[in-house]
């Protein structure tokens, strides 16, 4: 059984950065793609960041483009969301989410099929 555990989630001021990381655990040796997603209060939730298997190819909701990076690290089964200049429209829960690797690019939560549990992210005014 594949398993997505985050970290690094956290009470911020706006302007300040945070690191999250996503571990992957069970993993089989099918090259897969990874995805970041978050969820307001009230809200649906939404696709922040994605990254191919191979590190190459990146995309970005347009309101974190800029402030957001996605990097993975494979031998560490690992992928991170690096945010800088918080705003508070960042609070959310941020998930990862993970998917077999096909070279498409995957920015909907419903072409996920593993998913973490979430971490808190507030961003305080």
């Known amino acids: 059984q594949i398993q997505l555990v985050e970290s690094g989630g956290g009470l911020v001021q706006a302007g300040d950065s945070l690191r999250l990381s996503c571990v992957a655990s069970?993993?089989?040796?099918?090259?897969?793609?990874m995805g970041w997603f978050r969820q307001a209060p009230g809200k649906s939730r939404e696709f922040v960041a994605t990254?191919?298997?191979?590190?190459?190819?990146?995309s970005y909701r347009d309101s974190v483009k800029g402030r957001f990076t996605i990097s993975r690290d494979n031998a560490k089964n690992s992928v991170y969301l690096q945010m800088n200049s918080l705003k508070p429209e960042d609070t959310a829960v941020y998930y990862c989410?993970?998917?077999?690797?096909?070279?498409?690019?995957?920015?909907?939560?419903?072409?996920?099929?593993?998913w973490g549990q979430g971490t808190q992210v507030t961003v305080s005014a």
């Open positions: 990254i191919s298997w191979s590190g190459a190819y990146t």
């Open positions: 989410a993970s998917r077999s690797d096909y070279g498409s690019r995957y920015l909907s939560e419903y072409e996920y099929d593993t």
């Open positions: 069970g993993r089989s040796s099918t090259r897969y793609a």
